[in-house]
């Protein structure tokens, strides 16, 4: 049973992106529903050992087979650790909040109490190189 992440903090009222056009929006012609992008931050939990490492926390390799299994899913575009260590920032791709929220929920340091959702928010992404043509 999936468990939800408990937020810290909601994001702000606000317009919410609008979908890129060029992604296709009509299940029922077989394509997949529109999709929202979200700057996802990520906080260390209750449990989490401040005296260890990321990597020598409890469960760590079944944590980062989940986190690995969301970038092969696509939900997951790009992230990892800010600054100290203490959030991590990730780009996400979902069909809203609760999605996001919902499948954080099951990595297996949520149940721990290891980690949980700092802020979900809206994210219009406007520039992205990572499919840039090589400059001349």
């Not at 529903?33 to 260390?44: D, S």
């Not at 209750?46 to 079944?62: G, H, K, M, T």
């Not at 700092?118 to 992205?128: E, K, N, T, V, Y």
Request: aromatic residues 6%; without cysteine.
């Amino acid at each position: 049973m999936a468990r939800t992440l408990q937020r810290v903090g909601r994001a702000p009222a606000g317009p919410q992106p609008q979908p890129d056009p060029r992604r296709p929006v009509s299940a029922a012609a077989g394509t997949l529903p529109a999709m929202a992008f979200f700057a996802l931050t990520l906080v260390h939990g209750p449990n989490w050992d401040a005296s260890r490492p990321i990597r020598e926390q409890q469960a760590w390799d079944q944590h980062a087979a989940f986190m690995d299994g969301l970038v092969e899913e696509g939900m997951i575009i790009i992230g990892g650790p800010l600054g100290d260590g203490e959030q991590t920032l990730h780009a996400v791709e979902a069909a809203d909040e609760r999605q996001v929220e919902t499948r954080l929920g099951e990595d297996p340091w949520a149940s721990m109490g290891l980690l949980r959702v700092g802020s979900i928010q809206p994210w219009a992404l406007w520039l992205d190189g990572r499919h840039a043509s090589p400059a001349r």
